[in-house]
């Protein structure tokens, strides 16, 4: 498994500055493992010191790890093979730093609505289970039945409470789904899928694809890389089948002969305003600088995305969750209030 994108950008930052220093790759990796918080990351450093030693190359020892993507360990073996390896480290630490903050951004607005759907669904569960055969005892006792929907209900509630263990085990079940989406690789792949074909996620995460595309496009094409063999690389980033399409056709287009900006144009990866900074940038030699934008740019439009969809559905969910809350209550309460009625 792969080392978090927190883990690889504090990596690559502390390489970067250890080879700024004038210090070598061996010693430096040395000091990291004698300061490792972690017997973890001591094995890591361990594994990739005692494969320096061996070969003192620092692309094959980072192989041998087996803890590094693959899109950081090609632009690692580029910058050993260029002399840039100083500053590869430091963009891949400011990738992953940037790649860390959009993931944060995302989990804190979806925790909260998760956590409130959560609650509410167990204020369901006590009213169906624990207080709807309370209020049916009172229905007896005063002559009566509850019917309808109530009546429904608590049937649920019973049935949920003499199988428990089954509904026990389906928690489990999706605790474990979630567990697997979240943190297991293939898990996190069929997410990605899941979430790429979601009519409410997939425009956004289109857009994290594009955005993670100009960054590994500012990365590769300021490692001194042409436009092509960027476009090679940055698209064993993408796991978005619409964007990684795109860049396929891109890359058809510019291996015809089309010029790389009208390429990105006619393919569709970026919009229009985009592709028409690219192509400035394209003109002026400046297109790394100005895909490392357009990357920053992307990330902004993402979060007032996100922050756009959550303000929709939070009061959305919470409008829905109180309206099953009052449905069941007046289902109750409306029939007792008649019966009270009736025998004053």
């Known amino acids: 498994m792969y080392l978090n994108n927190s883990e690889l950008s504090t990596f690559f ?23 490792a918080y972690t017997k973890e990351g001591e094995a890591i450093l361990q594994t990739i010191y005692d494969q320096m030693e061996e070969t003192g190359c620092l692309y094959t020892s980072l192989v041998h790890s087996g803890v590094f993507p693959p899109y950081a360990l090609e632009l690692i073996h580029i910058g050993e093979e260029t002399g840039h390896l100083e500053k590869i480290m430091r963009s891949l630490s400011l990738y992953y730093e940037r790649a860390e903050d959009v993931r944060q951004s995302i989990k804190s607005a979806v925790v909260y609505p998760l956590i409130m759907i959560g609650m509410m669904f167990i204020v369901i569960l006590i009213l169906i289970i624990k207080v709807l055969p309370m209020f049916n005892q009172v229905f007896i006792q005063l002559g009566s039945e509850m019917t309808g929907f109530s009546l429904a209900l ?5 049935a949920l409470s003499q199988y428990s263990f089954i509904f026990i085990i389906l928690l489990i079940l999706i605790a474990a789904a979630v567990i697997f989406l ?9 997410r990605s899928k899941m979430a790429a074909h979601f009519f409410l996620t997939r425009k956004i995460t289109e857009k994290m694809a594009v955005s993670k595309f100009a960054a590994g496009m ?11 063999e960027s476009l090679e690389m940055a698209s064993q980033l993408i796991d978005n089948p619409v964007v990684k399409k795109q860049i396929a056709d891109c890359q058809k287009y510019t291996s015809e002969g089309m010029d790389f900006s009208e390429a990105l144009s006619k393919s569709g990866v970026f919009s229009a305003m985009y592709s028409r900074t690219a192509s400035i940038g394209y003109k002026a030699g400046a297109l790394d600088e100005l895909m490392e934008k357009i990357s920053m740019q992307y990330e902004d439009e993402i979060t007032l995305q996100m922050n756009h969809l959550i303000g929709i559905l939070e009061p959305s969910l919470v409008a829905l969750l109180s309206i099953i809350v009052g449905l069941i209550l007046l289902s109750v309460m409306l029939p007792l209030l008649g019966i009270m009625t009736n025998i004053g």
Request: hydrophobic share 45%.
């Open 154 to 158: 608590m049937n649920i509630g019973t």
């Open 218 to 228: 500012s990365l590769t094409l300021s490692s001194g890389l042409d436009t092509f």
């Open 182 to 190: 979240s943190y297991v690789p293939s898990g996190i792949q069929l």
């Open 13 to 35: 930052d502390q390489m970067a500055m250890i080879l700024h220093s004038g210090i070598s790759v061996i010693e430096g990796i040395a000091i990291m493992k004698d300061d």
